[in-house]
């Protein structure tokens, strides 16, 4: 994270603080991810649709002020990160995701949580591809939400010299505003790029 990002989140941290004035209300960050936060319980009823299993650690600061870091199982940033549109492989929206579990290991995930715990079985779709998996879990999307190779813009495609192998499939929300291609994955050696134009 820049010096700039990382200005800009604390100063955008600092004016959802200012906000929370309600008794009760408090923000809530998702650990290993300080980019999704939201006022409780929010973030906390979008990661348990998905199937995380989420522990809210509640916090009160010398400060005064009261916040909620949320852990999840698996790794929810490590998950969401792993089908991002440039990843090569399987991609999906994060929404389309939802965590399938063993059932003895999410036993033992609720058994040994640290902190107050929710989880609620998520509706798994029935024709699913997975796009990540653990230890006693899978994150899987509706086969229809799911692209098998790495999705980019267009123009950024062309400027790193991919292999485009045509427009991502119509199911996929914004594919057509954001101009998404399927690329094979693997850049176009340099010598064979085409040169990029001069500036005008």
Same mark, same amino acid.
């Given at each position: ?35 999704? !936060? ?7 009823? !979008? ?30 940033? @490590? ?47 029935? @024709? ?33 010299? !991919? ?12 594919? @057509? ?12 050696? !340099? ?10």
């Amino acid at each position: 994270m820049t010096r700039r990002s990382k200005r800009t989140l604390e100063q955008r941290l600092g004016e959802l603080e200012g906000q929370v004035t309600t008794e009760g209300d408090r923000l809530e960050t998702l650990a290993g991810d300080a980019l999704m !936060y939201a006022d409780e319980p929010a973030l906390t009823d !979008y990661l348990v649709s998905l199937g995380f299993v989420v522990e809210r650690e509640e916090r009160v600061h010398s400060t005064g002020h009261e916040d909620v870091m949320v852990h999840t199982t698996p790794s929810a940033s @490590d998950v969401f990160h792993s089908v991002r549109w440039h990843s090569d492989g399987p991609t999906t929206p994060h929404d389309a995701c939802r965590i399938a579990w063993a059932d003895d290991r999410l036993e033992a995930v609720l058994a040994t949580a640290e902190h107050p715990v929710e989880y609620d079985t998520p509706e798994l779709p029935i @024709d699913s591809v997975t796009v990540d998996e653990g230890d006693g879990w899978r994150a899987i999307a509706p086969a229809g939400h799911v692209v098998e190779n790495m999705v980019l813009r267009r123009s950024a495609a062309e400027n790193y010299g !991919y292999k485009i192998l045509g427009p991502v499939p119509s199911r996929i929300a914004d594919a @057509d505003e954001l101009d998404l291609v399927e690329v094979d994955a693997v850049p176009v050696p !340099y010598a064979d790029r085409r040169p990029t134009p001069p500036h005008a």
